[in-house]
């Protein structure tokens, strides 16, 4: 019998070379969404999917991600003294949002070295990985981990981009299924856009078999002298099946300096406290810029 989901793997020890100088001394997980670190935002897609047992990989740089899910009992009580009493309930809270773990990947090795760290918590069970950098709304995690339970194969996610940036991405070839979910054929990391077999980019969510642990010992550095997680799903589609779990909206790459403005702004818009006034002062930018 398949067993569930219950895990999710969020790695978070890479060096974010796209964000220095930021990066240097603050991990890139720890950007601001307005007033949300952008992990806190994966954490409650994983708790939402209801995965509540979730292992971060993070490292000796990276100290502030374990600290923001924990306690800070200085702050609440400083809180409560001026009968803040949401606030302090609001710090609490995050430290109560799921069982969160921490294992440190002492170099950044790559992605799929990073997912390998998990192993030893995860044991011989399915596990969920969400990219620390990248968020997405729209239930796509939720989604897959039904696609998990129902088949019992892996699963990734898959969005279309534009042809010309595939180049940027793992790249998967597929035979539809159905419209939603499509068999995984083969998969290229960041092919030339001429080699491309498709325009189906894999984002940052993946469900795996406990099988990709072996896969991913067995894996050389591939592209950027890293340990690709996609050459050891090349190696697990030998054994085992693969599906794609496509989907068209709602992920940012906050690791990307763009990306990441488009985020807060979207995520801005949509606050009931700040959208109002935000969309004032977006009016005003836009007339001064000649952009309406
Ligand atoms: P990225 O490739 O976006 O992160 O990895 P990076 O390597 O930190 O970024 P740049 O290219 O230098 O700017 C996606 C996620 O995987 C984690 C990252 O922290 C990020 O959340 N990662 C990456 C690891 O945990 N370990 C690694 O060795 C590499």
């Known amino acids: 019998m398949t067993k569930l989901v219950k895990k999710a793997v969020i790695p978070a020890a890479g060096l ?58 200085e702050l609440e009580l400083a809180l409560e003294a001026k009968s803040k009493f949401e606030d302090s309930n609001l710090v609490r809270s995050l430290s109560e949002m799921a069982n969160i773990h921490f294992v440190r990947q002492g170099e950044a090795r790559g992605l799929g070295h990073a997912i390998g760290m998990a192993r030893q918590h995860v044991g011989n069970e399915p596990f969920a990985v969400l990219l620390g950098d990248d968020i997405m709304t729209g239930g796509v995690l939720k989604g897959m981990v039904d696609t998990y339970n129902q088949q019992g194969t892996s699963v990734v996610a898959l969005m279309e981009v534009a042809k010309e940036d595939i180049s940027s991405y793992g790249c998967a070839a597929v035979d539809a299924l159905g419209t939603q979910i499509v068999e995984v054929k083969d998969l290229v990391e960041k092919p030339p856009v001429a080699e491309a077999p498709s325009n189906l980019a894999i984002m940052g969510r993946y469900l795996f078999t406990p099988a990709i642990f072996d896969e991913i010992d067995a894996t050389k550095p591939g592209v950027g002298g890293e340990i690709q997680i996609t050459d050891a799903m090349v190696s697990l589609m030998k054994k085992e099946r693969l599906l794609g779990y496509t989907f068209s909206e709602g992920r940012f790459d906050t690791g990307m300096k763009i990306d990441y403005l488009r985020a807060v702004v979207e995520f801005a818009l949509e606050r009931e406290d700040l959208g109002q006034e935000f969309r004032e002062l977006l009016k005003g930018i836009c007339t001064r810029e000649g952009l309406t």
């Open 16 to 73: 974010g070379t796209r964000f220095l100088p930021f990066s240097k001394a603050v991990p890139k997980e720890m950007l601001p969404i307005i007033d949300r670190p952008v992990i806190q935002y994966i954490v409650e897609e994983a708790v939402e999917a209801g995965l509540d047992d979730i292992l971060i990989i993070t490292s000796r740089h990276k100290k502030a991600i374990e600290d923001h899910f924990d306690r800070h009992t």
